[in-house]
Structures are given as structure tokens and as C-alpha cells.
């Protein structure tokens, strides 16, 4: 069984010690959705809701979220990040806008937490801006798509996983 990395012997939370770790390129990509109704993905593509451009206030919200991720994330370190890029892309089919973001840093501990939580905030700013349109959007799929560095290696999630 795997040991917990953020607890130490005694069961007491701990920021894990990645000191004597070696710098290595990282990178890590995440993903997420909000599901609404046609009527609500149409305004939301046309870009012009009461709020702005909704995808453009998102793609930001992501960024500066992942630049954040160590304030918001107990025991999480912080992270120079080298790129985050956010993109915002509508899945017509589903009724939804898909997020996805990558992060990328050289250093000592991995950005998985940094593009898991672009995506995150990326999709409450989608559902912030669009709230008075459809109360009834779902954010859902929040999910690691891929990791690459580190220890660790490289993670590709299964397709279909």
C-alpha cells in the first residue's frame, strides 16, 4: 500500500521536503467541463454576455489561479510556473465548454496541482459569468489528462479512464 506523502509517522500533516529532489522540466495537463443548455453555450460563444467575453474572463481566472495554487492548496509549494496556458473550446454535442490547461515549470516538484486548479477556477468563472442565464450548469470531469518529469515519470491517463 502506498504511504501518504503529506503525512508523517505520527499521522500530522507535513509540506513534503522535495530539497535534496533534482530540477527537472515538468509539465502537466488538466481538463474539466461545464455542461449547460444550448440557449446558455450560444451566448456564451457569441461573447458578448452582460459580464464580457465569458471565455476570455475564464481563460484569465485559470491563470491567475494556477500562479495561486500554493495560497489555496494546504501544503502545496509553491511553484515558479514557466508557462500555464488555458484553453476554452465548446463541445456542442455535450452543450458544454471544455477546459483545458497546461502548466510547466523547471524545479523540483511537479504542476499537476497547478493545472488541476486553472481548470477548476477556469469553470466556476464560466459558471460565475453565466449563472443568470442557467443556474442548472454541472462543472464536472475535473481530471489529470497527463504528467511528464519528475521521479515519478511520465502519467498519461487511459483513454476512456
Known sequence: MATLT????????????VGDKPVTAREAVARGQVRMTAATLALALAGDSK????RAAAQIAGIMAAKKTS????LCHPVALSSVAVDIAADETAGALV???RARTSGQTGVEMEALTAVAVACLT???MLKATDRAMVI????????HGGV???YVRPSGA
Open 51 to 54: 459580464k464580457g467575453s465569458v
Open 99 to 101: 477546459v483545458t490547461a
Open 140 to 147: 464536472e470531469q475535473v481530471t489529470l489528462l497527463e504528467k
Open 126 to 128: 464560466i459558471y460565475d
Open 6 to 17: 503529506h503525512l508523517d509517522t505520527s499521522g500530522q500533516a507535513r509540506m513534503v521536503d
Open 71 to 74: 495560497e489555496l492548496i494546504p
Open 152 to 154: 515519478s515519470g511520465t
